[in-house]
């Protein structure tokens, strides 16, 4: 809290902010302490006859084991931390997050990942990154949308109609740092670095030369067997949502370019602009976790070339998040936009149980005659949410999404997808 002077020699404190006998009463330090989250109920667990100091501040950091599951990955286990904070006294700084995980699946990926985005003293800096290293394996079904070509037997084999399944193996590695200004209120000027290397690229299990992946490599002058997709981040970033996890109300945009120099060590040159707009409506003023939210997120080539793996679809967000009902890059194109809305509301009073349900739909083009828009596939689904920490507004996320092409799946999760 700030408070101002003045030169009123009075006192000015309130009487309802006064105990019996004249003392000031003191507010929670917790002021989340009505609700309940997992943390509560382990402690309600084994501690139950502890009870509950409401003025005991709570801690913002999260351990867990890292426990998800959804198609693209299988199931998977590890170790996760997740932690946000307020940084300094100015009462509108918006929270901080960060967080770090090492997992496995049991589809063969060993992931370990570091992240952040903190926004210092005031807002006057926002700094996003991310550290990545991987064994990934990557389900592959071809580029554009599934729509059908039979001008030839490649680009047949390139869009894939079908949808028939091929399976990469690689090794990712990830670097990425912005660092945003403010200029103006909740509005940011941003620059920073993102290098994306794949290599020992390789299909195991296909046995023609006729795959998507190796069509496209191909006719954009790709090494088959890996590459480096490095480049400048510029961008302009504008903020007011009141919670960087799970948003009541605000706006959040984001636009920029990415422009990959072979002065960097990236395999071709090539400028994207990307753009990422998400509005959330808080339904109840008695209530604020009745939130209808937006999410719209495109990608558009505008010069150059990008490896095939590279190329924006479904789950390639930063946050890889976006299509549920599809395995991540399910379709995939050097353009592509998405949109999502989703509804949000509380199932138990004390803010334990959510729950969500979602559409999305999305375009691409393929190379091959269909452009951006003129062919659309849907999604869509409910999900489940638990309160996982109630200082950062935490939740477990479980949901089961639909797709086209028989596409399910159940995605878990910690944090709202948007």
Known sequence: ??????????????????????????????????????????????????PVNPYKKKSGITLMPNVAYNPSIGAQIGIKAVAGRVLG??????????????????????YVYLSHNVFTPGNKWNLQGSLVAAKTVTPDFGLGIG????????????????????????EFYNFREKVYKQVRENLFFGAGVSFDIRRNVEDRNSNTELTPYNIYMDE??????????????????????????????????DAGFRLNQSWMGSSKNAVQFTTD?????????????????FWNWGSYLVSGDLPYLELPGPGKDVGARSGRGYTIAYFKGTN??????????PITRNKFLAGVTFFNIQTANDERGTKLFDKWQPGGGAGLRVLFNKATRTNLCIDYAFGKFGRSGLFLGLNEAF
């Open 277 to 293: 707009f998400r509005k959330y409506w808080s339904l109840s003023k008695r209530n604020p976790d009745h939130v209808l939210a």
């Open 147 to 170: 729509h059908g070509s039979y001008a030839s037997a490649e680009d047949e084999a390139l869009k894939n109609p079908d949808r028939t399944p091929y399976v990469l193996h690689a």
């Open 220 to 253: 954009h002058g790709f090494k088959r067997s890996g590459y480096s997709a490095n480049g400048l981040l510029f961008n302009i970033q504008y903020t007011t949502r009141d919670n960087q996890n799970r948003a009541y109300k605000g706006i959040y945009a």
């Open 336 to 345: 592509y936009f998405n949109s999502e809305v989703e509804y949000r509301f």
């Open 89 to 110: 006294r100015d009462p509108n700084t918006l929270m901080s997050v960060a967080a770090t995980s090492a997992s496995i699946t049991t589809k063969g990926i060993l």
């Open 1 to 50: 809290m700030v408070f101002s002077q003045t030169e009123n020699t009075v006192d000015s404190l309130k009487s309802d902010s006064l105990g019996k006998g004249g003392v000031k009463a003191i507010k929670p330090a917790d002021s989340t302490y009505k609700q309940y989250d997992v943390a509560d109920a382990i402690r309600s667990i084994f501690t139950p006859n502890k």
